[in-house]
């Protein structure tokens, strides 16, 4: 499986293709700018199967419904957020984008629990990893050997935790109970910033002193 990323909009927010030799792939957090998606996936004559989000922030949603209705595809988002696709005052547009707020349509697929999800030929991992936002989760590839972590881990830092329903203490469990466990040559994607590594983190990040 590859994956390659697509940092997009003023935040930078990484979105995620990863795609099967067939061709099948799957999009993470699609945040903004949906023709750079479309015109990357057109250049590698992709077939996008579903759209998965790590959490509903307004820069990890921006373009969901560009891309759902492009590719007649459906969205996955975790239960505790599935109202913050629609909610300006919850997904933080109202507060970060003046004169703009996000608005997509809810998703078609629930995430409820931690799963091993199956289709289209991707079978991956869903862990439950809030303190940056509740419902914030992390999808990991066994097989590939890489994890999704959204805004929860990056490289040499931590999600912010200071936005409605963070958790400072929460976030750290969850790195150190779901993430951190993983083979520490599991290659992490963060929501922003370059990808790294389980060990990496494990070894230099501040934020983790004493894991």
């Known amino acids: 499986m590859n994956w390659f990323p697509l940092p997009l909009g003023p935040l ?5 293709i990863l795609s099967q030799k067939d061709g099948s792939s799957l999009i993470i957090d699609p945040g903004e700018e949906p023709n750079k998606i479309i015109q990357y996936i057109s250049s590698k004559k992709l077939y996008p199967k579903a759209i998965l989000l790590t959490h509903a922030h307004f820069d990890h949603i921006g373009a969901v419904d560009a891309i759902r209705e492009k590719y007649e595809i459906p969205v996955y988002i975790h239960k505790k957020e599935e109202t913050w696709l629609s909610d300006p005052s919850l997904n933080g547009s109202q507060f970060f984008l003046p004169g703009q707020k ?3 349509k809810e998703a078609d697929h629930i995430i409820s629990n931690e799963k091993t999800m199956e289709f289209e030929g991707f079978s991956f991992e869903v862990f439950e990893t809030p303190g940056h936002s509740p419902g914030s989760i992390s999808f990991y590839f066994k097989q590939a050997g ?5 805004d929860a881990l990056f490289q040499a830092s931590i999600g912010r935790t200071d936005l409605p329903g963070g958790n400072h203490n929460q976030l750290l469990e969850s790195i150190h109970k779901k993430l951190l466990v993983l083979p520490e040559e599991t290659v992490v994607l963060p ?3 370059p990808a790294t590594t389980i060990g990496q983190e494990m070894d230099s990040n501040p934020f983790l002193n004493g894991f």
């Open 102 to 104: 996000i608005i997509a």
């Open 146 to 150: 890489i994890v999704a972590s959204g």
């Open 12 to 16: 930078q927010t990484n979105c995620y």
């Open 191 to 193: 929501g922003h910033g």
